[in-house]
């Protein structure tokens, strides 16, 4: 059976296949429900491509999580980053005395409508202001812990071996491998 790995997005897909080789990207328009928990939406989206395609899929969503916040905006980032500006979310964390976040990342795979798996990677830090260049949404305000620069600021070897994304896919492997 096939594994696909559904995103329009080709830097997702490169970090992904350098982990899992033997997938095929499938640019899938999937509606995404709007929602805070990050599983739910993967597996609507999951259970979506399985009425539309046989195989096996893999879905990713990715969240930043503001402690000052309680958690938002969480998977709704992409929604706020059209809102405010990179260095509002600093400010932001300034003012409630709080810049401690988490960036997460869950991958959902689905063998069948039955059996859906999650695996997560997830990073600690901090929200600091924006530094560095990135196509990559809010790379340029979090700065993992232990290190002085950010995701935006660090060269892509050192960014891709801290990446949540790669770490979900890593524990995906190792699941793949034991069926």
Partial sequence: MNLYFITGNKNKFE???????????????????????LKK?????LKEALNHKAGEFIVEDTGLYLECLKGLPGP????????????EFAKIAE???NNRAEAKTI???????????????AVSGQIVS?????????DPIFQP??????????????????????????????FLSTK
């Fill in 107 to 121: 991958i959902g795979y689905a063998k069948n409508h039955e059996e859906i798996y999650f695996f997560e990677g």
């Fill in 145 to 174: 812990d232990g290190y002085s620069e950010t995701f935006a600021e660090m060269d892509d070897e050192r960014r891709q071996s801290l990446k949540m994304r790669r770490i979900a896919a890593l524990k995906l492997k190792e």
């Fill in 15 to 37: 970090e992904i296949k350098s982990v899992l080789s033997d997938i095929e990207r499938l640019a899938m328009d999937l509606p995404e429900i709007q929602e805070v928990d």
């Fill in 130 to 138: 924006p530094r560095g260049e990135s196509n990559f949404g809010w």
């Fill in 76 to 87: 709704l980032i992409k929604w706020f980053l059209e809102t405010f500006a990179l260095d």
């Fill in 41 to 45: 939406i993967i597996e609507a989206k």
């Fill in 95 to 97: 003012k409630l005395g």
